[in-house]
T-cell receptor, first 113, second 113 residues
Framework: DQQVKQNSPSLSVQEGRISILNCDYTNSMFDYFLWYKKYPAEGPTFLISISSIKDKNEDGRFTVFLNKSAKHLSLHIVPSQPGDSAVYFCAASTTSGTYKYIFGTGTRLKVLA | DGGITQSPKYLFRKEGQNVTLSCEQNLNHDAMYWYRQDPGQGLRLIYYSQIVNDFQKGDIAEGYSVSREKKESFPLTVTSAQKNPTAFYLC????????????FGDGTRLSIL
């Protein structure tokens, strides 16, 4: 039972355009969502997060949108740069009880120069 | 510099042997985690610990064991009972406050000889 799903295994985008990465979840108890970026043979690095009390959070070129009714979140990268090429994971957690994070399977983003 | 150190970067094991992966953090984080990454499967939780001398099984704990004798350290032992141990192993930590992201080490790649 996969509680966090990233249905697109890969995405290619032209440099300077917008990259949109999507993530769906099934557990309505999740109230904290995160995006991580990962290069090969390295650990994931935290990018941006959003609490369920918000529907948007922005940090520079990165914006995360949360649609609670659809149980869907997305990461927008504008403008996309070649250095953004990596695997992106979304993760979800509850802020009460156990501090357990559930990860999606990742989307490989390739930004073409 | 504060961070998470995983060692070694690469590890080889003969069949039937136990092997221990090291994870040390100097971030003063309460919670620590072990994940396994396989191609196309994202990060799957093996074990996690929210406080010293306490830990819980994750989704794929069979064939693994952990200890949490010190706040800074959370070693993972891959036992001979783990039938498919070849994978990339990631250690993470976080504070136990509300809405905190995890910080990851750079991982250990375990291979079977």
């Amino acid at each position: 039972d996969q509680q966090v799903k990233q249905n697109s295994p890969s995405l290619s985008v032209q440099e300077g355009r917008i990259s949109i990465l999507n993530c769906d979840y099934t557990n309505s108890m999740f109230d904290y969502f995160l995006w991580y970026k990962k290069y090969p043979a390295e650990g994931p690095t935290f990018l941006i997060s959003i609490s369920s009390i918000k529907d948007k959070n922005e940090d520079g070129r990165f914006t995360v949108f949360l649609n609670k009714s659809a149980k869907h979140l997305s990461l927008h990268i504008v403008p996309s740069q070649p250095g953004d090429s990596a695997v992106y994971f979304c993760a979800a957690s509850t802020t009460s009880g156990t501090y357990k994070y559930i990860f999606g399977t990742g989307t490989r983003l390739k930004v073409l120069a | 510099d504060g961070g998470i150190t995983q060692s070694p970067k690469y590890l080889f094991r003969k069949e039937g042997q136990n092997v221990t992966l090291s994870c040390e953090q100097n971030l003063n984080h309460d919670a620590m985690y072990w994940y396994r990454q396989d191609p196309g499967q994202g990060l799957r939780l093996i074990y996690y610990s929210q406080i010293v001398n306490d830990f819980q099984k994750g989704d794929i704990a069979e064939g693994y064991s952990v200890s949490r004798e010190k706040k800074e350290s959370f070693p993972l032992t891959v036992t001979s009972a783990q039938k498919n141990p070849t994978a990339f192993y990631l250690c993470a930590s976080t504070t136990t406050g509300l809405g905190q992201p995890q910080h990851f080490g750079d991982g250990t790649r375990l291979s079977i000889l």
